[in-house]
């Protein structure tokens, strides 16, 4: 369970959610047979995040929610910050914005006070892609989230963390003109990578790049 549970996480961030489905379903029958309640609510929580990851939010919000039920339930609270984040995009999707900022609150707080703080990057990052789906979308309160998210990144010198948050700073800059600041951005980091450049993150970044060279 601790195998499939990693494999699905893995596949998670590489990108390939076929693969993340595929070990998650295997990890919740697992659990199921031998009644671990906490590696079957990880699994749920982990199908609830590829399904927000594909933009199918209607279903993510009740299968996040439901697995984090059951994750709290055993007394863990290890990895929640992120479900919450993902959580939070979900609602805002579905337009539900009250419900995400909640969830960004929740993530934060809990970084606070567990000092759990391997993805506080990436909650600051969603938080500011959640800002730019209001209705008038606030480009200075997406910037402020996304400038936290690259100042942790590198802190933490997680540098797969920082890709995400220059990628998305460099759409924000891209979208209100400033092309050639998005590109000296994301160009070195990007460049930092010498592997994983079959990963979705990786792919996007290169295109994103060209785009901005074109």
Not at 144 to 158: D, E, K, N
Request: glycine share 8%.
């Amino acid at each position: 369970m601790y195998a499939l549970n990693m494999a699905t996480v893995t596949t998670i961030f590489c990108g390939d959610y076929v693969a993340a489905e595929k070990h998650s379903d295997e990890l919740i029958a697992l659990g199921h047979e031998r009644a671990t309640p906490i590696w079957n609510a990880l699994g749920v929580m982990h199908q609830g995040l590829v399904l927000s990851l594909m933009g199918k939010a209607s279903r993510a919000v009740p299968t996040i929610t439901s697995g984090l039920d059951g994750f709290r339930s055993t007394g863990a609270t290890q990895f929640a910050p992120l479900y919450l984040s993902y959580l939070a995009k979900a609602h805002a999707e579905l337009g539900q914005f009250d419900e995400a900022w909640r969830c960004v609150g929740d993530a934060t707080n809990q970084i606070k006070s567990t000092k759990e703080t391997w993805h506080d990057a990436e909650v600051h990052r969603v938080a500011g892609e959640i800002a730019l789906m209001l209705p008038e979308a606030d480009t200075t309160k997406a910037e402020v989230y996304f400038g936290r998210a690259l100042t942790v990144a590198r802190q933490q010198q997680a540098k797969s963390w920082e890709l995400r948050a220059a990628m998305s700073l460099a759409r924000l800059w891209r979208d209100q003109g400033k092309v050639q600041q998005a590109r000296e951005l994301l160009a070195p980091v990007y460049g930092w990578f010498t592997e994983g450049f079959d990963t979705r993150d990786l792919k996007e970044a290169k295109a994103l790049l060209e785009e901005l060279e074109a």
